[in-house]
């Protein structure tokens, strides 16, 4: 009820927006998910913020989540004044102007359901397409966008993800050199698992979930501990990065560590300089593994639950392991293979990848 009030109003805004002038030199950046800015919006104002040498632009942060004096009233009286709004995360259900160009960047390609492709009834009958602009990395990706925020194709530019620029920086983080120590380790393996089960219980995309460990794959904390014991003999660092979403137990190994959104944000370190600091990705069905093609680094996927997966969730693509090049991991024995396969540099899927990566980023540069 409470979210069905809100939209209402949200929708009686949109005509006073219309009424209201705007300021042609103030920019929003929006974010209701995070308690600071976080992806592509957080990139976009650090570029914006590097290169307005002479204040031009009145740079405006919103956080509902991460400031308490940023209440939905005052977030909506700001974005009524600002000429632009940019945000990654969440919106405020108001429809701009023909006076205001508000960008929705979004946090990645639409490789599993989003929006109105999913199976939640409140984004069937709500107003998604709030926004002058949203962004796609490739053509590949328009038509999904299309029908899960139920807008026009011309809505939609083709460009590259803001975020993506962190991957051609190259300083290592002092996160990666510094609190991890990685640079003592043979090789170093980020694991980047989508949630299956949201931490307030909201999204179930998949119930298959291995309940102790809360990880595909791995059952148990015990084929952790074995996991952990290869891995210290062959001098490899595996790393967890937990979806923001997700609920997890931090256990405390000598080479599977555990870092969250809040632990990179507390040391001020920019999740995608992180990650491109490692000699391999393993993931699932985020998103993730087509920005990581930009660097052209070995990538497996776990695809233990794929069928289960598909059948709750989906994907807004077609055949979607077509565009994933890489070893997939259906159980513990196909896990340990592939970090064998990074241990000695048995990479034979490059060629491939790259041509793919084309597919998913227009731009790689």
Same mark, same amino acid.
């Given at each position: 009820?409470? =979210? ?6 949200? =929708? ?30 957080? $990139? ?7 290169? @307005? #040498?002479?204040?031009? /632009? ?22 009524? =004044? $600002? ?14 102007s023909k006076n205001q160009i508000v960008v929705n960047q979004w946090h990645g390609s639409p490789i599993k359901t989003i929006g109105k492709l999913t199976k939640y009834s409140d984004y069937q009958s709500e107003r998604l397409d709030n926004f ?9 990706? *328009?038509?999904?966008?299309?029908? $899960? /925020? ?11 993800? $803001?975020?993506?620029?962190?991957f051609y920086s190259k300083v290592k983080t002092d996160y990666f050199t510094k609190r991890l120590d990685g640079d003592k380790y043979k090789k170093t393996i980020i694991w980047m698992p989508t949630f299956r089960l949201s931490k307030d219980k !909201? ?53 599977? #560590? ?20 490692? @000699? ?7 998103? *993730?593994?087509? @920005? ?20 709750? !969730?989906? /994907? ?16 513990? @024995? ?5 970090? /064998? ?11 491939? =990848?790259?041509?793919?990566? #084309? ?7």
């Open positions: 009820m409470k =979210r069905k009030i809100e939209y209402m109003l949200a =929708r009686i805004l949109s005509f006073v927006n219309i009424l209201i002038p705007k300021k042609s030199n103030m920019i929003i950046f929006y974010d209701s998910l995070n308690k600071t800015l976080l992806d592509n919006t957080e $990139a976009f104002y650090q570029y914006i913020k590097d290169n @307005d #040498k002479t204040n031009k /632009f009145e740079k405006v942060i919103l956080l509902p989540k991460g400031n308490s004096k940023h209440n939905k009233i005052y977030c909506a009286l700001k974005y009524m =004044r $600002a000429k632009y709004v940019f945000f990654s995360f969440g919106d405020l259900r108001i429809k701009p002058t602009y949203l962004i796609s990395s490739s053509e590949l990706f *328009v038509e999904p966008f299309c029908k $899960a /925020f139920g807008c026009d194709k011309s809505k939609i530019k083709v460009i590259g993800q $803001a975020r993506n620029d962190y !909201r999204f179930v995309d998949c119930s298959e979930i291995n309940q102790e460990t809360l990880l595909p794959i791995f059952p148990s904390f015990e084929k952790l501990n074995a996991l952990n014991k290869f891995l210290n003999n062959e001098k490899v660092l595996l790393v967890i990065k937990i979806h923001g979403y997700s609920s997890f137990v931090n256990k405390n190994y000598s080479n599977i #560590k555990y870092v969250s959104n809040d632990d990179l944000t507390e040391t001020n370190t920019k999740l995608y300089s992180f990650i491109k600091d490692f @000699d391999s990705l393993i993931t699932d069905y985020s998103s *993730v593994f087509t @920005d990581y093609y930009l660097l052209n680094k070995p990538v497996g996927f776990t695809v233990d639950d794929y069928d289960a997966y598909n059948s709750e !969730r989906g /994907f807004s693509i077609d055949e979607p392991k077509k565009y994933m090049i890489g070893d997939f991991i259906e159980n513990i @024995d196909d896990f340990y293979k592939y970090i /064998f396969n990074v241990i000695e540099g048995n990479d034979k899927l490059s060629k491939k =990848r790259n041509e793919v990566m #084309k597919l998913v980023n227009k731009y790689n540069d």
